[in-house]
């Protein structure tokens, strides 16, 4: 994986959390294989006690239905059973929902409260 990854146990909002990544030097996380978003999984349920839901950079911000990372990266992601059931237009930015059975990215209100993983690029990738 030529990323780091770190989980911020603080809640606050999407662009807030996209903000705090920055100015770490990076991004909220994007996942661009299986592996990669296990390992993303895998952090937000150790924290499930805070917060089972943790932003991540997919969002529909700037057009509504058409996901992209904050990363620019490719968007190749799969929606959890409880996104898939209540798409609505004003959930604009994408979580990584941690709840047994209910596990995946999952699309919310962008004010939601909600821990956040970052992501930098790995020093020697």
Aim: charged share 20%; with cysteine; hydrophobic share 35%.
């Amino acid at each position: 994986v030529p990323y780091c990854y770190k989980l911020i146990q603080k809640q606050m909002g999407w662009t807030d959390a996209l903000n705090y990544c920055q100015k770490e030097g990076g991004t909220l996380a994007a996942a661009h294989s299986i592996s990669e978003y296990q390992l993303l999984l895998s952090m937000v349920k150790k924290t499930q006690d805070i917060s089972a839901y943790a932003w991540v950079g997919l969002n529909d911000l700037d057009e509504e239905g058409k996901y992209v990372w904050s990363d620019g990266s490719n968007t190749a992601f799969s929606w959890s059973k409880s996104a898939i059931e209540q798409q609505y237009g004003e959930e604009d930015c994408v979580a990584l929902n941690s709840y047994k059975g209910a596990e995946g990215f999952d699309d919310i209100k962008c004010n939601s409260g909600c821990t956040f993983i970052c992501m930098t690029m790995a020093e020697n990738a």
